[in-house]
């Protein structure tokens, strides 16, 4: 890793948007993870940006890429990754970003100085003059892979699954998903707080289906919104808000849930919020991950209301106390490529094998937690992925080889940007009793 990007400045800005990717790609995390650590080392007002780089980066990878190579005569050295992550940074900002063309020549060669590399300030200079009077042969030039930012495998699968709406799904994948809200409806109704938005500015629009949800014109920082710290709206997608209506609509009223894959815990708010359980239990894998369920609980005033442990809910020995649930929610550990628009690393970080993994994963999954459930009860099932080996396959698999499930309504899956709306799968299960 190069010297650590100085606060203050674009360039310490640019250094630190270049090293963070560097992080990224080699495999030492996700954008949600290293994000805050990077912020940290630059100015405050400088953070903001910094994130807008950091994803629009990783949104447009393939296309960067196939850009600056057309214009290398030869590969970089391995060890000169990080000048030709900044070549890229410089395309980013001259093709995506308000950001005037000399500002964002002469900034990013000025960033060599940085990498202690001089020797790169022509290669730089040049490879981005020669971008702004080539642009249109060079985007013209573009394979599919690079124009539309997807790796091969993804492409080739969306495709398979989804022949007439695969094209559509990649232009949603490559735009900033909505800022939805979820209101805290025990604090008052939708229509007051969206007037409360009003009165500070912020115009919103109401969901069909969703009572709780507004998705606001403009997203904002979450400080800006009247009442957060005080428990009074959260931030949620659509989708996801949809599992607290498959549990009102199928599961018993004071019964007992269990949030199986919960964090970071926005469902397992939702379903408290809705006073549907008298009692629910939610688990985590990752210790880390739930703690941020519990400072979630926390500003809703809901840690009293909820039981959390940080197990791997498949392994139900560790853990459950025999006592039947009502209704198991399982938000499955899955691609999360029905997210990708707000996660746009992981058409980085995913591979095509893991997809099989994660299947094995997910049935395991469904066959463990089943047993937890008392017959009559409701299982949901849920990933935020859109590829069927994962969603309609996995279920219609689990049916096939559990005596006593069945669907009781068909499954859905929503695909990006439908409604305002991420990817997301739902498949509401119950145990026939007998």
């Not at 990878?61 to 214009?71: A, M, N, P, R, W």
């Not at 469902?267 to 990752?286: I, N, P, R, Y």
């Not at 020995?317 to 707000?342: E, K, N």
């Amino acid at each position: 890793m190069n010297a650590p990007a100085r606060r203050g400045g674009t360039i310490g800005l640019r250094l630190a948007c270049v090293q963070l990717m560097q992080q990224l790609l080699g495999s030492s995390g996700s954008l949600t993870r290293l994000l805050p650590e990077a912020q940290a080392r630059v100015a405050e007002r400088e953070q903001a940006q910094l994130q807008a780089w950091a994803y629009g980066f990783a949104r447009y990878s393939g296309e960067l890429t196939g850009i600056v190579d057309q214009l290398l005569d030869k590969p970089l050295k391995k060890k000169d990754q990080d000048v030709y992550l900044l070549m890229q940074l410089g395309v980013f900002q001259l093709r995506h970003t308000p950001i005037s063309a000399h500002a964002a020549v002469d900034e990013t060669v000025k960033v060599v100085k940085q990498l202690k590399k001089p020797w790169a300030r022509g290669l730089i200079n040049a490879v981005l003059r020669n971008y702004q009077r080539r642009a249109d042969e060079l985007e013209a030039a573009l394979t599919e892979v690079q124009r539309l930012s997807h790796p091969q495998w993804l492409l080739s699968q969306l495709q398979a699954d989804w022949p007439e709406h695969w094209q559509g799904i990649c232009e949603q994948n490559n735009t900033q998903g909505p800022m939805t809200l979820r209101v805290n409806l025990r604090h008052g109704t939708l229509e007051q707080y969206r007037q409360r938005l009003l009165t500070a500015g912020i115009s919103s629009r109401t969901l069909p289906e969703l009572p709780a949800a507004l998705c606001l014109d403009n997203p904002v920082p979450v400080s800006q919104l009247p009442g957060f710290d005080a428990g009074d709206v959260s931030v949620q997608d659509a989708a996801a808000q949809l599992a607290a209506a498959y549990l009102a609509r199928h599961a018993p009223t004071g019964g007992r849930l269990l949030d199986a894959c919960s964090a970071p815990g926005g469902k397992t708010a939702h379903a408290l919020e809705s006073g549907l359980f008298a009692d629910v239990l939610a688990l985590d894998q990752d210790a880390l991950r739930l703690e941020r369920v519990a400072d979630t609980l926390q500003r809703l005033g809901l840690a009293d209301a909820c039981q959390l442990q940080a197990v791997d809910a498949a392994e139900i020995a560790q853990w459950w106390d025999q006592v039947p649930f009502d209704a198991v929610l399982l938000d499955a550990p899955c691609s999360g490529t029905g997210v990708i628009r707000r996660h746009p690393d992981i058409k980085l970080l995913r591979r095509d094998t893991d997809i099989d993994a994660l299947a094995v994963l997910q049935a395991g999954l469904l066959d463990s937690l089943w047993q937890t459930l008392r017959p009559g009860g409701l299982m949901l099932y849920a990933t935020c992925s859109i590829l069927k080996r994962e969603n309609e396959q996995q279920i219609a698999a689990f049916v096939e080889r559990t005596a006593d499930a069945e669907l009781l309504e068909p499954s859905r899956q929503i695909l990006p940007g439908e409604s305002g709306m991420d990817g997301f799968f739902y498949a509401p299960l119950r145990k026939r009793a007998g």
